[in-house]
T-cell receptor, first 113, second 113 residues
Framework: EADIYQTPRYLVIGTGKKITLECSQTMGHDKMYWYQQDPGMELHLIHY???????EKGDLSSESTVSRIRTEHFPLTLESARPSHTSQYLCASSEYQGGSPLHFGNGTRLTVT | DQQVKQNSPSLSVQEGRISILNCDYTNSMFDYFLWYKKYPAEGPTFLISISSIKDKNEDGRFTVFLNKSAKHLSLHIVPSQPGDSAVYFCAASVSGSARQLTFGSGTQLTVLP
């Protein structure tokens, strides 16, 4: 069973604040991903990592940054939140790249006022 | 340019009947396809997948059909149950691709008791 955890589940924050969304997995997966999703829309890949010290930007341009210092931890940071960052952020991991199923966390619903 | 399309945003079906969810894709390089199910306030969970070397894959009440010539896949749920009410995402990938999955925008399935 997949174990991937995201905190916080919900976050309401004012414009200009710095925020970090946490994501941890206990499966030892090398591959981790951040997706952004708005209601009724597809999931868009914003960052991915294939292992420690490896991070790449995804298809959707994002002002967020990520780090991968430990295999199990893949936090996402916004230095200065704006209302346009309001969205749901989903973290995922997988054992292999390409077609292997992703295991998702429950997401963080971010609202920037 | 959306490479994976789910043209029906919503579908309502009576309990016990068949649910058919459709997905079209444009990238002929895709060779692995997955369906995910998402409840509100939770992350997507993997449901079923199919490789391009097959045209059908079955798992209990769920069957996925792939028509490569039409670039079309469908998910059949028989019989449908109220607990199946969720958003269903179709996803596709190129095996070995560095960028994992491309998602459709989802179909909200409502199974009426």
């Amino acid at each position: 069973e997949a174990d991937i955890y995201q905190t916080p589940r919900y976050l309401v924050i004012g414009t200009g604040k710095k925020i970090t969304l946490e994501c941890s997995q206990t499966m030892g997966h090398d591959k981790m991903y951040w997706y952004q999703q708005d209601p009724g829309m597809e999931l868009h890949l914003i960052h991915y990592s294939y292992g420690v010290n490896s991070t790449e930007k995804g298809d959707l341009s994002s002002e967020s940054t990520v780090s991968r210092i430990r295999t199990e931890h893949f936090p996402l940071t916004l230095e200065s939140a704006r209302p346009s960052h309001t969205s749901q952020y989903l973290c995922a991991s997988s054992e292999y790249q390409g077609g292997s199923p992703l295991h998702f966390g429950n997401g963080t619903r971010l609202t920037v006022t | 340019d959306q490479q994976v399309k789910q043209n029906s945003p919503s579908l309502s079906v009576q309990e016990g009947r068949i649910s058919i969810l459709n997905c079209d894709y444009t990238n002929s390089m895709f060779d692995y396809f997955l369906w995910y199910k998402k409840y509100p306030a939770e992350g997507p969970t993997f449901l079923i997948s199919i490789s391009s070397i097959k045209d059908k894959n079955e798992d209990g009440r769920f069957t996925v059909f792939l028509n490569k010539s039409a670039k079309h896949l469908s998910l059949h749920i028989v019989p449908s149950q109220p607990g199946d009410s969720a958003v269903y995402f179709c996803a596709a990938s190129v095996s070995g691709s560095a960028r994992q999955l491309t998602f459709g925008s989802g179909t909200q399935l409502t199974v009426l008791p």
